[in-house]
């Protein structure tokens, strides 16, 4: 089973029949939460002086012009069989969006397949409203209402711990990119020049690097490049509840699919990019100027929401390395007493002292906490998908030290293994849903 599959879930319907659950119906409404969202952020470029060392460019949710995913469904479900960093099995699922996508293969559609794709309901671009509005239509739909017991074993019906984004990994981006220390100087994507397979030996899944034009000069332009694989699960702290209640109210559930532009990705300029091709962690080069930029995965969480509720995110500030915090954002929904954790993001933020690019080592698949927001003690895990914690300790709503467990190598983790700890500042609490 690929990880992080392009899977496009079957809505189960009347599963109570023979069960010992029930179902209903009711209308749940995707609602894309995209753009600058309020929070505030570390000191980004604007009137910073030149200063010796690599070129970095990082930039703000206007910098970011288009961002197209090839999403094939988005859904809620009850239970996620895990396999490796992604699953082989769902059940009790709410598909919120649905694209088949007929005579597209998973494994075959690569970068030059999506440059030659014109039609026009396969890509949705998440930074414009025409775009989010492919995603924000109504569904009508059958749940499974929560009951006491489950007498299938499990967890209860009508109980939702999952939230799932899957989409072909071919992405199509726009976007220019700040140089920090630099006023007025950027780097830009621009068109693809040619397509390089970095399929490493033995993989079982093809990758690509994509060369383009001159990132230094020239017009912004559309660039198209692949991910290792494609998708999103995130599993809520606490389960979202379906009820009877809610069936006989007729009322309607939105799910914010939160996602903040800010800060995702950076450029900069790397010795090794055009030497470099037979890398599969080298996504986008130009060549030209030895520029990399690197684009993450989509942060999509799924926030469930009932009438009258809003989600909202608490912003955390770490610091990190030198001249770079990590943004850190939990997302939860304000009807929860708890806040209990629904979604997770985390981004790199530069300084003006910035001097080299860092990467975000941060997994957010699984979170946990221990003690609790109503007595000022809560504790938040989050841990990848092999629920091996990743970062450990961050104390909700407050400063503190947190403990980063090195579960990939780079600058701030030499080696595997070891831990690392870090001092952040609680910025904040904020509204992100827009009825």
Known sequence: MRARTAFVGLLLLGLGAGCGKESAKIRLIPNVIAGAQPGADAATAGGLTARAGALVGA??????????????????????????????????????????????????????????????????????????????????????????????????????????????RPIKVTGQFPVVGQPGQYYRTRAVTQVVDTTQPGSQFNSEEVLIGDTTSGPTEETTYMLNNGGALFTFQKPFEVTQADVDAKAEIKVDLVFNPDHFGQAYDSANCANNVNSQYVAICDPMNNVTIDMPYVRMNPVPRKTGEQTRKETYLMDYEDGAKLRIELYYNDADPEAGVQGVDAAVVYDATATMPHNNVIASNYVSQTGSVLTSDASVTLMDYQHTPNLEGLARRQNGTATIHCLFTGSLCPTLGGTVARSYTYVGDSVVSVD
Request: net charge negative; charged share 15%.
């Open 59 to 168: 930039g703000t949710a206007t910098d970011l012009q288009s961002l197209k995913y090839f999403i094939s469904s988005i859904q809620l479900c009850q239970d996620v069989t895990a396999m490796g960093s992604g699953y082989s099995h769902t059940d009790g699922c709410i598909n919120l969006y649905s694209n088949q996508a007929a005579g597209v293969d998973y494994n075959s559609y690569d970068a030059t397949a999506a440059m030659a794709d014109t039609a026009p309901d396969h890509y949705v671009d998440l930074m414009t409203a025409e775009g989010q509005a492919k995603l924000r239509q109504p569904v009508t739909v059958d749940v499974q209402v929560a009951s006491e017991a489950n007498p299938d074993g499990g967890s209860a019906a009508g109980a939702y711990r999952f939230g799932l984004i899957n989409f072909f």
